[in-house]
């Protein structure tokens, strides 16, 4: 199922992509700012705003080291690195994710507090107690054993630390429009209601201190961006999703506020200690 899950993510030339999107935007490649990429690099509901307010409501030191589970292209590994000082550690699937993230780590010049690794989430290569907090944001959705992974985020996690939880879960309807950004087909996508992933939180350990249910700030997100889609004509924007995800990026700004507007997704934002 992991091989399905990465040939949905494996980008090929990504770099390449995401350098003629900086050139098309007039952004020098080899100059940027980690707000140059916001547009492509954050693949999540409510982009960097919403990594930055999550964030915000605990306090993330700079002697920290934080680990991004499934980071994507290291988006927000790289706001929390910029705006807090702390290490990070970045670990994903998709090995072009994990090169593109390294390269735009460098040219950002992050690269001493920020590092990635290829793998899985649910069998990592450190040992045990190494991480002051996790953070997991829009990933659990393609992981089928949340038990597995949430064991293992559990296990690499120093005890007093925290899990930081920013993702889609099942909504009250079932019925899933697709393509959404974490999947182009069912098969492939495993939400699980709150209350699920609650209780597979609290089975391995977990003390959750704080869930918020942000569907209605999602919504809205999603709202706009489709709002903004019926306006522009497509493939007229040089920076985007597009980028990394193709011609089904198109669709996303559809799919994700119907799945919303029908109540088949929620957003949750949750902070859980291990004890
Ligand atoms: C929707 S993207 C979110 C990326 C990033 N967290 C962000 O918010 O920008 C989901 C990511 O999870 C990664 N992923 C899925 N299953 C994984 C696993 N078992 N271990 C590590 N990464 C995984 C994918 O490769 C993809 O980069």
Same mark, same amino acid.
């Given at each position: 199922?992991?091989?399905?899950?990465?040939?949905?993510?494996?980008?090929?030339?990504?770099?390449?992509?995401?350098?003629a999107g900086?050139?098309?935007?007039?952004?020098?490649? &080899?100059?940027?700012?980690? @707000?140059?990429?916001?547009?492509?690099?954050? /693949?999540?509901?409510?982009?960097?705003?919403?990594?930055?307010?999550?964030a915000?409501?605990?306090?993330? /030191?700079p002697?920290?080291?934080?680990? *991004?589970?499934?980071?994507?292209?290291?988006?927000?590994?790289?706001?929390?690195?910029?705006?807090? #000082? =702390?290490?990070?550690? #970045?670990?994903?699937?998709?090995p072009?994710?994990?090169?593109?993230?390294?390269?735009?780590?460098?040219?950002? #010049?992050?690269?001493?507090?920020?590092?990635?690794?290829?793998?899985?989430?649910?069998?990592?290569?450190?040992? *045990? *107690?190494?991480?002051?907090?996790?953070?997991?944001?829009?990933?659990?959705m393609?992981?089928?054993?949340?038990?597995?992974?949430?064991?293992?985020?559990?296990?690499?996690?120093?005890?007093?630390?925290?899990?930081?939880?920013?993702e889609?879960?099942?909504?009250?309807?079932?019925g899933?429009?697709?393509?959404?950004?974490?999947?182009?087909?069912? &098969?492939? @996508?495993?939400l699980?209601?709150?209350?699920? /992933?609650?209780?597979? =939180?609290? &089975?391995v350990?977990?003390?959750? *201190?704080?869930?918020t249910?942000?569907?209605?700030? #999602? =919504?809205r997100?999603?709202?706009?961006?489709?709002?903004?889609?019926?306006?522009?004509?497509?493939?007229?924007?040089?920076?985007?999703?597009?980028?990394?995800f193709?011609?089904?990026?198109?669709?996303?700004?559809?799919?994700? @506020?119907?799945?919303?507007?029908?109540? @088949?997704?929620?957003?949750?934002?949750?902070f859980?200690?291990?004890?």
């Amino acid at each position: 199922m992991e091989s399905s899950v990465q040939a949905h993510y494996d980008t090929p030339n990504l770099i390449q992509t995401i350098d003629a999107g900086l050139l098309a935007a007039e952004k020098d490649p &080899d100059r940027i700012h980690i @707000s140059d990429l916001a547009m492509v690099d954050q /693949l999540h509901t409510g982009g960097s705003r919403a990594t930055m307010d999550l964030a915000a409501r605990i306090t993330i /030191l700079p002697d920290w080291h934080v680990l *991004d589970a499934g980071c994507g292209l290291g988006g927000s590994s790289r706001l929390l690195a910029h705006t807090f #000082g =702390c290490r990070v550690t #970045g670990i994903d699937l998709s090995p072009s994710f994990i090169d593109t993230a390294q390269i735009l780590t460098q040219r950002t #010049g992050l690269f001493q507090k920020v590092a990635f690794q290829t793998g899985s989430i649910l069998d990592m290569p450190w040992d *045990d *107690d190494q991480f002051s907090a996790v953070l997991c944001q829009h990933i659990l959705m393609n992981i089928e054993n949340k038990p597995a992974a949430l064991k293992e985020i559990f296990r690499v996690l120093k005890p007093g630390g925290i899990l930081m939880l920013h993702e889609i879960v099942l909504g009250e309807n079932t019925g899933l429009a697709l393509p959404v950004p974490w999947a182009d087909a069912a &098969d492939i @996508s495993f939400l699980a209601a709150w209350e699920t /992933l609650a209780a597979c =939180c609290s &089975d391995v350990g977990f003390v959750l *201190d704080e869930m918020t249910d942000a569907t209605k700030t #999602g =919504c809205r997100y999603w709202q706009k961006v489709r709002a903004f889609a019926e306006k522009t004509a497509p493939g007229t924007r040089p920076l985007g999703p597009h980028l990394v995800f193709g011609e089904n990026a198109l669709s996303f700004p559809f799919t994700m @506020s119907e799945n919303f507007e029908n109540n @088949s997704i929620r957003l949750i934002e949750a902070f859980l200690k291990k004890p």
